[in-house]
């Protein structure tokens, strides 16, 4: 910027050709085409390569909390609309609720697979209770 004394933005910069090749850098030169200090390049994944992923603790945490405080009350209301098979309006719901269409999907998606393992717990259950009354 002009205001602060600089005749090119930085990015313009970057991008100018040279006249002549960059050297390499030598070491502890503080002037000419070599300058600089030796650098290390370190092969690390950044940490936007795992942003999102979810740890085995972190999991497990949540499936705790969960477990002890169980559903909000708009999470319950959803799981009311999906029980009654009205997907758009559970989607509509939560999108109010949650403020974004990508939020309100995956919401819909997790409460719709934790109706789907109630019913799993409840036939297994049935099953349960069933082998133990032709036990008896």
């Given amino acids: 910027d002009r205001r602060h004394g600089l005749p090119f933005h930085a990015a313009q910069v970057s991008s100018m050709t040279r006249h002549v090749a960059t050297a390499e850098v030598k070491g502890d030169r503080a002037f000419g085409l ?19 992923h979810q740890n085995k603790r972190v999991a497990f945490v949540r499936s705790v909390v969960r477990e002890v405080a169980g ?3 708009y999470e319950k209301r959803c799981l009311e609309l999906l029980r009654v098979n ?5 989607l509509k719901y939560c999108k109010r609720k949650l403020g974004t269409h990508k939020r309100a999907k995956a919401k819909r998606e997790e409460m719709s ?7 799993k717990a409840n036939l297994q259950d049935a099953a349960d209770k069933k ?3 032709d036990d008896e």
């Fill in 34 to 52: 070599g300058k600089g200090h030796k650098t290390q390049v370190l092969k690390k994944n950044k940490i936007s390569r795992r942003a999102g």
């Fill in 71 to 73: 559903f909000a009350p």
């Fill in 86 to 90: 009205k997907d758009k309006r559970a």
């Fill in 113 to 119: 697979n934790v109706i789907v393992q109630q019913r």
């Fill in 131 to 133: 082998a133990v009354a």
